[in-house]
């Protein structure tokens, strides 16, 4: 059933889930949250890590997918953390240094953008185009060069906008999504790979409130909190300066309310459960810092989802930037 929001002229579903076991017996289903909705790539992910039935809860933001499972209204979360372009997520990276959810997987995506409309428009014909900001950032060098004039708006999702702009085929908007929200939409791709770098990964985690069993477990990651004295990041580091460990990642982040004090978010090859990797652990809380265990998770190896992957029942399943939930009402247009 559709209904029609009140001001906006925007078709949406009153269904506030998507389930993804049409062709499974019945059996009890997981419920995921994620921030987006059916088609974005976060939805990608999720089929990707998952191997049982499941059913989304889509999240408008990424404290509502914390809030879901913290609340223990959705049993997991898919969470995107990085993107090989655009950077950290750092909304996902402060939620990660308070919430109490564990790290359960990983995947990387190669993320390709497209420009979307609602039939066939001419770039010069385009007035606007809408979707998340780290999509058009991917996409930043191909915009300007390409849409010069259109207004760069910001969505909530990729596939949300996408959604939304194929529901308004009376105006000439264009949204910035993927090939596979596209198809499941009824979008028309006017072109694309638009993103800048051929290769643009995001890397998703997969959250909920359990540890990994140490046996599957080969990747940790830890958020530490330096001090204000002198050389705290040098002495911090070199703990993990020992046979058998490998640092993959090191990023800093601010500490909200201690100037020039930084969280470190840290991933190392060894899982924490380990002797090694505990003993790394023990040594960081022995020198005072303040360690957050993340969780210790199967590595990921990079990998590009296919057709088939992401259909429904699969188990392997910066320029002026405007600030907009939605499209403009339908009577501004008439």
């Known amino acids: 059933m559709l209904r029609k929001e009140k001001?906006?002229?925007?078709?949406?579903?009153?269904?506030?889930?998507?389930?993804?076991?049409?062709t499974w017996p019945a059996a009890p289903r997981k419920l995921v949250a994620i921030q987006g909705i059916e088609g974005s790539f976060h939805h990608q992910a999720a089929c990707e890590l998952l191997t049982e039935p499941f059913t989304i809860m889509p999240c408008t933001?990424?404290?509502?997918?914390?809030?879901?499972?913290g609340?223990?209204?959705?049993?997991?979360?898919?969470?995107a953390v990085e993107n090989s372009v655009y950077g950290s997520i750092?909304?996902?990276?402060?939620?990660l240094q308070t919430a109490t959810v564990q790290v359960q997987a990983e995947t990387c995506l190669n993320v390709d953008q497209y420009l979307i409309t609602a039939g066939s428009l001419s770039l010069e014909s385009i007035t606007d185009v809408i979707s998340q900001t780290p999509a058009l950032e991917q996409c930043e060098t191909w915009l300007g060069a390409h849409?010069?004039?259109?207004?760069?708006?910001?969505?909530d999702d990729t596939a949300m906008s996408v959604r939304d702009v194929v529901a308004r085929s009376d105006i000439r908007w264009a949204a910035v999504g993927g090939e596979h929200a596209a198809k499941r939409y009824g979008g028309t791709i006017v072109a694309g790979p638009i993103n800048d770098a051929p290769n643009n990964r995001t890397r998703f985690f997969l959250i909920d409130n359990s540890p990994v069993a140490a046996s599957m477990a080969g990747k940790t990651s830890v958020i530490v909190s330096t001090g204000p004295n002198s050389g705290s990041l040098q002495?911090?580091?070199?703990?993990?300066?020992?046979?058998?460990?490998n640092v993959?990642?090191?990023?800093?982040?601010?500490?909200?309310?201690?100037?020039?004090r930084y969280s470190l978010y840290i991933d190392f090859e060894s899982s924490n459960t380990s002797g090694l990797g505990a003993r790394i652990i023990d040594s960081l809380r022995a020198q005072m810092y303040a360690v957050t265990v993340l969780g210790s998770y199967p590595p990921s190896e990079i990998h590009r989802l296919d057709e088939d992957e992401v259909s429904v029942g699969q188990n392997a399943a910066r320029s002026s930037v405007?600030?907009?939930?939605?499209?403009?009402?339908l009577e501004s247009h008439q």
């Open 71 to 79: 609340s223990g209204r959705a049993h997991s979360a898919v969470v």
């Open 235 to 245: 002495h911090s580091l070199s703990v993990f300066d020992v046979p058998g460990v």
């Open 61 to 69: 933001t990424f404290r509502q997918v914390f809030d879901a499972v």
């Open 7 to 22: 001001g906006t002229g925007i078709v949406r579903r009153n269904s506030t889930h998507v389930d993804h076991a049409d």
């Open 90 to 95: 750092n909304a996902v990276h402060r939620l």
């Open 322 to 329: 405007h600030t907009a939930t939605r499209l403009p009402p």
């Open 248 to 260: 993959s990642r090191l990023d800093s982040h601010p500490i909200p309310g201690s100037a020039w």
């Open 147 to 155: 849409l010069p004039h259109a207004r760069l708006v910001e969505g």
